[in-house]
């Protein structure tokens, strides 16, 4: 006779579910931690290609990771974790998805529109295909405030020493001999001035977003207060570099 205490239900994730959930997710921490702050001195590209080439992989073990987890849950009757056209975004991915294959067909040079040129920013349809796929493992994944938390967090975290490296470069203080003035145009670890304001804008909105949940709080905690005195020079970095 099996003890009531050792039954579980019937469509809880196995062990294996759970250890893949948790694996997807530490791969879009680890691609947004990585991907802005990365570059290598000593290779050719420096920047897009060395960044690309570790999304993609950390890419390709994240849908490693949820291929098995597919396996095991279609011993499960439903999975609530299904994403269709009515997602929000879905069908624009899909749009973009499909656009990017009939033009990397019918392209003069398809092999590097397929593959990308390392010499150059790699931008390819594989590229695409990679921050497609990144999407679905979070658009799938993403079911807890706490894990919405822990991406917030981590992208705001992640733009500090961003941040920081661009203020040094206007500064003057930029350790690296790059070949043109960097206190004039500063890029940052994202190697261009445009491509870094882009990406700080997101950290830069979301963390005024942040203070003004702490700021709202009543009473004030001193949970709060810690987040502002966290945010308010995250926030601060971020809005000056931009």
């Known amino acids: 006779m099996t003890h009531p205490a050792s039954t579980t239900h019937p469509?809880?994730?196995?062990?294996?579910?759970?250890?893949?959930?948790?694996?997807?997710?530490?791969?879009?921490?680890?691609a947004v931690v990585i991907t802005p702050l990365f570059f290598n001195i000593f290779s050719?590209?420096?920047?897009?290609?060395?960044?690309?080439?570790?999304?993609?992989?950390?890419?390709?073990?994240?849908?490693a990771a949820w291929g098995i987890r597919r396996l095991d849950a279609a011993r499960a009757p439903a999975d609530d974790r299904t994403v269709t056209a009515r997602t929000?975004?879905?069908?624009?991915?899909?749009?973009?998805?499909?656009?990017?294959?009939?033009?990397?067909?019918?392209?003069?040079?398809?092999?590097?529109?397929?593959?990308?040129?390392?010499?150059?920013?790699f931008a390819s349809a594989i590229t695409l295909l990679s921050v497609a796929v990144l999407f679905f493992m979070i658009a799938q994944g993403l079911r807890t405030r706490a894990q919405f938390d822990r991406l917030i967090t981590t992208i705001l975290l992640t733009s500090l020493p961003i941040s920081?490296?661009?203020?040094?470069q206007?500064?003057?203080?930029?350790?690296?001999?790059?070949?043109?003035?960097?206190d004039e145009r500063v890029t940052s670890?994202?190697?261009?001035?445009?491509f870094l304001a882009a990406y700080l804008c997101f950290p830069f909105f979301v963390g005024l977003g942040r203070l003004a949940?702490?700021?709202?709080?009543?009473?004030?905690?001193?949970?709060?207060?810690?987040?502002?005195a966290l945010l308010l020079p995250i926030v601060v970095l971020d809005g000056v570099v931009v």
């Open 11 to 30: 469509d809880a994730p196995s062990r294996l579910a759970n250890w893949c959930d948790r694996f997807i997710e530490a791969g879009w921490l680890a």
């Open 44 to 63: 050719l590209g420096v920047f897009e290609a060395d960044k690309l080439t570790l999304l993609r992989a950390i890419v390709l073990l994240m849908a």
């Open 88 to 121: 929000p975004l879905v069908a624009p991915v899909l749009a973009l998805i499909a656009v990017t294959a009939v033009s990397t067909a019918f392209s003069v040079a398809p092999r590097i529109s397929l593959f990308g040129d390392h010499t150059q920013r």
């Open 164 to 168: 920081l490296y661009g203020l040094a």
């Open 170 to 182: 206007a500064l003057r203080g930029d350790p690296f001999p790059w070949g043109s003035p960097t």
């Open 189 to 194: 670890t994202l190697g261009n001035p445009i």
């Open 213 to 228: 949940e702490a700021f709202a709080a009543r009473p004030l905690r001193l949970v709060d207060l810690a987040r502002v």
